[in-house]
């Protein structure tokens, strides 16, 4: 039982430090809400990708959407239960083992799909965030103006630019 203290001491470790270092996806997110994305053209990450990475490797899809340390923890949780998985295997008579071996499928699998969902959130909220950073919250657009007033027989031209500001 030695073995299993360690890899719940690494877990607890593990989520330690994802909480500590996710600071600013946390505050992207609370400003960000993934329900209304829409795909743009030019936009940096792509949700459905970072699903489907996600789906062969948990984890990668958050690497590749600029959030290297919570996709380390997606990965590092999967191999940490798969391994602590392994290393309980070889330890614990079969009555138990067979107990742990379908813990393990459980929590895997949670993880697994955990990490698909959140890798499409994740790609969602940082292009959010990106356009937010990129786009100019200044618009200024310069028109021409051509109208023309009839005044009994007299014709009057009038002619112009407009200028429009945005903000």
């Not at 809400?33 to 996600?54: F, Q, V, W």
């Not at 999967?78 to 107990?99: C, D, M, R, T």
């Not at 618009?139 to 007299?154: A, D, F, R, W």
Request: aromatic share 12%.
């Amino acid at each position: 039982m030695n073995c299993l203290k360690k890899v719940k001491c690494l877990f607890i470790v593990l989520i330690l430090i994802s909480s500590s270092l996710e600071a600013q996806y946390r505050v992207n997110k609370l400003k960000y809400d993934p329900e209304t994305y829409t795909p743009r053209l030019g936009d940096k990450y792509n949700p459905t990708l970072a699903g489907i990475e996600s789906a062969f490797i948990p984890g990668f899809g958050q690497i590749l959407s600029g959030e290297p340390l919570r996709g380390g923890v997606f990965l590092g949780s999967f191999i940490l239960v798969l391994s602590g998985a392994h290393l309980i295997a070889e330890k614990v008579n079969p009555p138990q083992s067979y107990i742990y071996a379908i813990t393990t499928v459980f929590v895997s699998s949670g993880l697994w799909i955990a990490s698909i969902i959140d890798a499409v959130i994740v790609a969602k909220v940082n292009n959010l965030a990106f356009r937010d950073q990129h786009d100019s919250a200044f618009k200024l657009e310069v028109k021409p103006y051509l109208n023309s007033t009839i005044n009994g027989y007299n014709f009057q031209p009038n002619g112009g630019l407009i200028l429009s500001l945005k903000f």
